[in-house]
């Protein structure tokens, strides 16, 4: 089989690594009472997360973070922006293009105290749409806090691209070595599960081509099914507020009300429903993590409890696309 799924390490400057897969709980202000859904998670997460610097600078979640084992510090463009993570049930921003600037996204940098190892995600901005050699230029000279680890964020390059160009983003390959992490958005990677698995493993190929063996993160996808997909075309890295918003059972992202009729009880109060929600979603993506570390021990597909045939013939068509395509 082709290697496309591998264990690799996301890389500090002071030596410290994550290593992959990796799946990361999202917390946004686009999640309604996000303060407090950020202070119930606190008892039970002892993993990486994400929020964005949009959020740290509008006091929406305020640091110290001091349980976090490491952080990824998004910019802020989908808290702004009109955009959704394909699992938004609204479409609402909580900024406006005009709240949130480069300037505001570097003072949120340089002020950065916190002592959790923290990866910086590039600026993003919905307004703003550049060549990838302008994007790339402009994530390398983003001024980071001490021994922060450095991600690129791959965008589409002009507002009528909906998609981002992947023979575009493979000529500039070569030119992302300061980079511990390349991003790109669920929605933008491709118009269909299949396209999106054929375009992560076309970008893995290309990294590799370059030498460059550095973990691709897929920002807005962290379910039961789809991070599964791309985890096995080539992708390290899965975040995304899915978790917040449904409830993972048996291979499923389910509405989350009905799951507590089912499983919980129809006398319990809206807020332990979804407290209960978080913290069995959080578990069993703990040992979805781990199925996806143990398949790379042999390629085994009988190590995922859910999905394995579809997985294995998606991954056979993304092999046979690679290879002939």
Known sequence: MLPLAERRELKFPNGFSLRTPLLVPSFSSRVEEIDKVFST????????????????????????????????L??????????????????????????????????????????????VVSYDHPLVRQ?????????KKLALPPGSARELLIKPESPTQKFIQIKSVLTHVDQMFPFQAVGVTEKEIGNSVLDRMFNIARLRQGLKRANLNIPIHVFGSLDTITTLFYFVAGADIFDGLTWLRYAFDEGRTVYRQDFGIREIGIGTKTPSVEATCWSRNYDYMSEMQREMRRFLNEYEFNEFKYHRDGLKAAYVSVEEEVKNG
């Open 41 to 72: 998670c606190q008892e039970f997460l002892d993993c990486p997360f994400l929020i964005s610097a949009f959020d740290v600078a509008k006091g929406n979640l305020a640091p110290p973070f001091d349980f976090a084992e490491a952080m990824f």
């Open 131 to 139: 060549p990838i050699k302008e994007q790339i230029r402009r994530g």
């Open 74 to 119: 998004d910019s802020g463009g989908y808290e702004i922006g009109p955009g959704r993570e394909l699992s938004d049930v609204s479409s609402e921003p909580t900024g406006t293009p005009q709240d949130w600037s480069e300037k505001q996204h570097s003072s949120v940098l340089s002020s950065w105290s916190v002592g959790a190892p923290t990866v």
